[in-house]
T-cell receptor, first 113, second 126 residues
Framework: DIVMTQSPDSLAVSLGERATINCKSSQTILYNSNNKNYLAWYQQKPGQPPKVLIY???TRESGVPDRFSGSGSGTDFTLTIDSLQAEDVAIYYCQQYHSNPYSFGQGTKLEIK | EVQLVQSAAEVKKPGESLKISCKAS????????IGWVRQMPGKGLESVGI????????TYSPSFQGQVTISVDKSINVAYLQWSSLQASDTAMYYCVRRGRDCSGRSCFSRNFDSWGQGTLITVSS
């Protein structure tokens, strides 16, 4: 099974500043046949289902603000939130969809400093 | 608009059976994998398993193999998750998810869970 490890577990950032969340997979999630990284990022607010932010490691889901961006390849990935807004307070999860089971990271709780 | 509408919350006793549902609309049901994700109280997300409605090809995460059954009724665009004997440790929110798909020319690649149901809360308590 592929293990996904996020860091940090929690993060406090000032409004307007940048937040960076890392995600590491225990093996590569780059699929050679299409040269895509099978990595997604989700945002979950209390009492709501998760919402897709990023897929293919760096493709922003339709309607997601452009302050959210994803990067990385192979085994190391990053979610960056520029100019943090109050509504960005949430738990963020990475997920690999390369191999079953489609595992998630443990989550990173983002708060306002 | 893609919608996944799940059945209502349930309160059950240990040892009871249960089948929850997820009604899909807004897309061709047999074109996309559909599955389930568990979230235990205050915890993270776990993939339970996934099924392709076209041929009922099903894959379970090892932790859930033998513990639950995933099925579909493609005549009514509904996916199911069922237990034959619930345990207290099954208490959780269960989300129905659709696996997205990107197609270019004749090639299609399944991608992440791009649509989520509202969740069904299962409480198992004596």
């Amino acid at each position: 099974d592929i293990v996904m490890t996020q860091s940090p577990d929690s993060l406090a950032v000032s409004l307007g500043e940048r937040a960076t969340i890392n995600c590491k997979s225990s093996q590569t999630i780059l699929y050679n046949s299409n040269n895509k990284n099978y990595l997604a990022w989700y945002q979950q607010k209390p009492g709501q289902p998760p919402k897709v932010l990023i897929y293919w490691a760096s493709t922003r889901e339709s309607g997601v603000p452009d302050r959210f961006s994803g990067s990385g390849s192979g085994t190391d990935f990053t979610l960056t939130i520029d100019s943090l807004q109050a509504e960005d307070v949430a738990i963020y999860y990475c997920q690999q969809y390369h191999s079953n089971p489609y595992s998630f990271g443990q989550g990173t709780k983002l708060e306002i400093k | 608009e893609v919608q996944l509408v799940q059945s209502a919350a349930e309160v059950k006793k240990p040892g009871e059976s249960l089948k929850i549902s997820c009604k899909a609309s807004g897309y061709v049901f047999t074109d996309h994998w559909i599955g389930w994700v568990r979230q235990m109280p205050g915890k993270g997300l776990e993939s339970v398993g996934i099924i392709h409605p076209y041929d009922s090809d099903t894959t379970y995460s090892p932790s859930f193999q033998g513990q639950v059954t995933i099925s579909v009724d493609k005549s009514i665009n509904v996916a199911y998750l069922q237990w034959s004997s619930l345990q207290a440790s099954d208490t959780a929110m269960y989300y129905c998810v659709r696996r997205g798909r990107d197609c270019s020319g004749r090639s299609c690649f399944s991608r992440n869970f791009d649509s989520w149901g509202q969740g069904t809360l299962i409480t198992v308590s004596s």
